[in-house]
């Protein structure tokens, strides 16, 4: 084995790719195998996976001899990079945010021929140093950048050099951002998770800021543009007037979804407000300006490489991915119409809406907006002629153990006779008048054929639980004596005592 003619020390902040890059240069070798291969670390399961190669002990040792003197020291900062507590959390949007594919700054490189770590996060959007956005394409080609020492000099395709590429004019950096360049150069293992748990879920929204649902990914997909999203998710925390535009945008986006009721226009913002851990100025104040006095700012670009592969459908992608913003499911639509996911179960029961095919799972099953609607419109009704209105707020419900998804299902399947108004099908629902006091009756009949839990007998009763083990006591009502121990009600005795109650 050949002695290495340059052996380089790492650079503070420096990634360990990077670092095994330079000396690869340094050396006249660029390709990641043939750099692990000049280390004697073995071309077969070492090689650097093209970007991300992790801090290890057989790597370490290998530097160590090739560099011909005791470097530990200095690789010690590579086992930090390496072991943040916050890089991998699986209840986050993007569970893994280490990126695996290069993105730089390219004066940033001009200048100081170093690759920095923080580059390879999926959160950062802007180099504080330039101000201009990490790029992950070669600004003179654009075709994307390869993970090889040539980096660090220039482009391999069209053999642009870096230092002679004049940079655009900067752009505007968050504070947000500013602060977390700062915080990820003094102490990385002290940023705060709850802020990277927000910044991811702004991150997967702005890539679909038109859709309900967003999926969970373990790591942020290849995407040239990939930077200029986050810089979005930073405004859209941080700016009133930029949330504000994207709801405005969601107006028009989702104009569609009107005959819902317009709470399924905005739903998109409102889903990711609920989400977020973090009391942020752009949604907080951005959710009260009133659209009006808004611009429409520029068009949210949006993009598919954000859907999970169990939802891609072969007709919304090459349909530019327009139809998963009519993507519903069960928690979507509960939260957006602020009823319990129990409520929505039961509105979607007995397969009234269609659901998307490729889904096995009950759970998770997934519903079209325009299918909704266009069931729902077969039910449309102008006056509430021989109908009466009701409220999915009116306590019938509660008192007879029924709730508006039961009637809006049993309509659906003509149990009733009823239907919905215009332009607010499911807010404004419609039934017979003589048939709904039948329906609510019928509904209790069935709840209190076999016991009924203690906690759904206060409700209906509206009293607390203390209440129903008083009536139980004064022998109004019964324990069900096969569940004494889980404290449920004998059905018949409660039938019974609310009949008196009426
Ligand atoms: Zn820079
Ligand atoms: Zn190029």
Redesign the pocket.
């Known amino acids: 084995m050949t002695r290495l003619a340059v052996r380089p020390l790492p650079v503070e902040g420096e990634s360990l790719t990077g670092y095994l890059f330079r000396l690869g240069m340094l050396n006249c070798v660029f390709r990641p195998s043939e750099i692990m291969d000049v280390l004697g670390v073995g071309k077969s399961s070492h090689v650097v996976k093209g970007w991300c190669q992790p801090a290890c002990d057989y790597l370490f040792d290998a530097l160590e001899t090739r560099l011909e003197r005791p470097v530990r020291p200095y690789l010690r900062q590579f086992e930090r990079q390496d072991d943040l507590p916050w890089q991998r959390d699986w209840t986050r949007l993007i569970q893994d945010v280490r990126t695996g594919y290069p993105r730089i700054c390219t004066q940033c490189v001009a200048e100081t021929g170093i690759l920095d770590w923080r580059w390879g996060l999926a959160f950062t959007s802007t180099c504080p140093k330039h101000a201009s956005l990490l790029t992950a394409e070669?600004p003179?080609?654009?075709?994307a950048l390869t993970p090889s020492g040539t980096l660090l000099l220039g482009?391999d395709?069209?053999?642009?050099d870096w230092a002679e590429f004049e940079a655009p004019m900067a752009s505007e950096m968050s504070d947000l951002e500013l602060q977390l360049w700062a915080q990820l150069e003094q102490d990385p293992s002290n940023v705060d998770p709850t802020v990277i748990q927000d910044l991811c879920r702004a991150i997967v929204y702005m890539m679909r800021p038109f859709d309900s649902l967003h999926d969970t990914l373990e790591a942020a997909p290849r995407l040239i543009e990939h930077s200029a999203y986050v810089a979005r998710a930073y405004r859209t925390l941080q700016e009133p007037e930029f949330f504000a535009q994207w709801r405005k945008q969601c107006h028009e986006k989702r104009k569609d979804l009107m005959p819902l009721g317009e709470e399924f226009l905005e739903a998109p913002c409102q889903l990711f407000r609920d989400g977020l851990l973090n009391d942020w100025s752009g949604p907080a104040r951005g959710s009260s300006i009133p659209l009006d006095s808004i611009a429409l700012g520029d068009e949210l670009s949006e993009n598919t490489r954000y859907i999970a592969q169990p939802r891609r459908e072969a007709a919304f992608e090459s349909g530019e991915g327009v139809g998963y913003r009519y993507q519903l499911d069960i928690a979507s639509i509960a939260s957006i119409k602020g009823w319990s996911e129990e409520v929505t179960e039961d509105l979607v029961g007995n397969g009234v809406f269609p659901t998307f095919k490729n889904v096995a799972q009950s759970k998770k099953r997934r519903f079209d907006a325009n299918q909704i609607i266009g069931k729902l419109r077969q039910f449309a009704v102008q006056t509430a002629d021989g109908f009466i209105e009701v409220d999915a707020d009116s306590s019938a419900f509660r008192r007879n153990f029924a709730n508006p998804g039961m009637l809006v299902n049993d309509i659906l399947k003509k149990v009733i006779p009823g239907g919905f108004g215009e332009d607010k099908f499911l807010s404004r629902i419609f039934v017979h008048e003589s048939r709904f006091a039948k329906w609510l009756l019928q509904q209790r009949k069935s709840a209190t054929r076999r016991s009924v839990p203690l906690n759904k007998v206060a409700v209906a009763l509206d009293c607390t639980e203390q209440d129903v083990r008083r009536l139980v006591e004064e022998q109004k009502l019964k324990w069900a004596t096969h569940r004494e121990w889980e404290k449920w009600i004998d059905g018949p005795s409660l039938f019974e005592y609310m009949i008196c109650l009426d």
């Open positions: 070669c003179g080609c654009k075709k482009c395709k069209c053999e642009m």
